[in-house]
């Protein structure tokens, strides 16, 4: 091979890196968002499990508490143990609900007092909202362009 035609190869082949480690992380990340998004659809289906059994939303507290896990265990998917629950991302010390990206999922409360998420509750049709901060790992709540990757179980 001549050194022209090393060159020519030796491009060839970095341009097919680039795309392959580009193509990878987009798909990394969309994995991430689709087990986010089922985490935050059995969380609110919990919510509707609790609110039947107890006629009340989970405290207005946050994902530490028992109920949350209590209820969430309940699911047919998610019943057998924590053990089983993988993308349930369960911090066993803390008992904190965590995304894929490994941000606590926030827990938004009927009754919280921060203007904009009150109205947020308020137009879900007054239950509690599970939000995860998405890739970026910032709730972004002063900036409309931060929470832009934000998912949020009123928008599933």
Same mark, same amino acid.
């Given at each position: 091979m001549t050194l022209p035609e090393v060159a020519l190869l030796a491009i060839i082949i970095a341009l097919a890196l680039a795309a392959v480690t580009g193509i990878h992380g987009y798909l990394v990340n969309k994995a991430k968002e689709k087990s986010t998004v089922s985490l935050l659809e059995k969380l609110n289906r919990s919510t509707l499990i609790y609110h039947a059994e107890y006629r009340t939303y989970f405290p207005?507290?946050?994902?530490?508490?028992?109920? $949350?896990?209590?209820?969430? @265990?309940?699911?047919?998917?998610?019943? =057998? =143990?924590?053990? %089983? $629950?993988?993308?349930?991302? @369960?911090?066993? =010390?803390?008992?904190?609900?965590?995304?894929?990206?490994?941000?606590?999922?926030?827990?938004?409360?009927? %009754?919280?007092? $921060?203007?904009? @998420?009150?109205q947020r509750v308020r137009m879900a049709g007054d239950i509690p909202l599970f939000e995860s901060a998405g890739p970026d790992r910032n709730f972004g709540d002063e900036s409309a362009e931060q929470q832009s990757d934000n998912l949020r179980s009123d928008e599933l």
């Open positions: 207005s507290t946050t994902l530490t508490t028992g109920p $949350v896990v209590e209820t969430y @265990l309940k699911l047919p998917e998610c019943a =057998s =143990s924590f053990d %089983n $629950v993988s993308e349930f991302l @369960l911090d066993r =010390s803390a008992f904190s609900c965590k995304d894929a990206w490994g941000t606590p999922i926030r827990y938004i409360p009927v %009754n919280i007092s $921060v203007p904009a @998420l009150a």
